[in-house]
């Protein structure tokens, strides 16, 4: 067999070094491979089975620069030595000195030569040799270690360390053999069981790549959901317990009619200023109201009709605002201010359900979407947020139980011992804001809004006049907030949300502190 050097990879060129003999030492074959790169060519040969090995650890000794020195030029007494032998009349120690070219071997190397009785001093006080040759011990034991790496005798080899000539390390290295299965060629290793393989039998014959269930996997970044995503999925899931139907809110463009005229607001209200709602410039207006919906049969030119007149001159039991209603102004489209615009839609087709007894039926609904004011933006304020809404239809609802419906609710938020405060709200009456004691901030936070839609709000859509309706809405931010502990309303939407956050942000459970 040619005796060419390995070739090949590192995993190959052990098969073949271990194909001449085995078992071999690595540290002798492959003297210059680095210790991760053998071993990991080992692992790969030892998990086929191609070849076994254990590592061993041994102590080498080794030169330290001034035992390289000596090696090279002889211990200090000998070069002190061979400058006198050389001088038969002897040196003085400056001539000494300067014969060696280095003070320090000079001034080691005649006391140790003198100990050895190799130099002595003439009557004037020169230095000269007293031998024709010596034997330089020092020298030898260098050049062993030098050549064998290691001294027979540890008793000089501790000593030689002490005087800090060599140093001893350690040295790993594989006692490697061959294994079951050893061959000069690694053999191609299948991955997966294909078709072709089952279809021509190659699989009985093919050697397949073991499963690593050590391997951590590549890292992943999956997608996160958004702190407000988890809180909407929390609420929801609070109002689907509680027998909620969830609205439709998934358009954003209302027109001014269902955003505030079925809502009683005025179309003097401060609201509907440009300031405050956003317009949509094209198209700018919503198409009139229809005498009869092809799709829903619905007759929404009478109910148009009827909004106008409790606007313009009062109408069920209100006196209405008394001024001059404008068509034009309620098909103007916004993006809408409130979820309240699909509540009132909602309640609208309520109104024309039939239950068993002829009557609209009692009906609960919830909406958790996106909202838009023309508002400047600060800290705490967006041009765009989320409301969470719901509202109950029933016959002969009270206050009361308005108040008590919301303690369970938010309850279920854990926030407990609420306080109510009257407010206005142009489409309630009575309406109350909602206060809760907040036991990190320690003080009274607002968590929402709400009250009993009007009578005549009501009436107009068609309902009974004993069927009743609570609403109340609060922003899906607010409490995200308070359990994110987030200050500032930019870090959790719009540009400069921190994506790690959204990563990272821990899903909550509303009812735990
Ligand atoms: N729409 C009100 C708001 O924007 C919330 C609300 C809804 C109040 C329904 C009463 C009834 O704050």
Redesign the pocket.
Known sequence: MPSAAPTGDLASQVLQALDKSSPLLSAEAFPAAGFTELKAALDRLASRDMVKYEQLERDEAVLEPEGEQIAANGSHEARVFEALRQAVEGLTVQELEKAIGDKNVVKIGQGKAFKEKWIAKTKDGKFQATADAIKDTTQEQMRTIQKTRAYPDAKVLNDLRKRKLVRIQKIYTFKVQKGDKFALEIPEEATDLTFDMIATGAWKTATFKPYNFKALGADQRPGALHPLNKVRAELRQIFFEMGFEEMPTDKCVESGFWNFDTLFVPQQHPARDLQDTFYISDPKLADPPRAEDENDKKDYKKYWENVKAVHQNGKYGSIGYRYPWSGDETLKLVLR????AV?AAMLYKLAHKKGPDGRPPPARYFSIDR?FRNESVDATHLAEFH?V???IADYNLTLGGLMEFMEIFFGKMGLTDLKFKPAY?P??EP?MEIFAYHKGLKKLVEI????M?RPEMLESMGFPPDMRV??????LERPTMIKYGISNIRELLGHKVDLNFVQSSAAVRLDKA
């Open positions: 201010t409130h979820t309240t509540s909202v409301q809404e719901g509202v709200n489409y309630t309406s929402g809004n709400s009250g839609f609570y609403g109340w809405g609060l922003s």
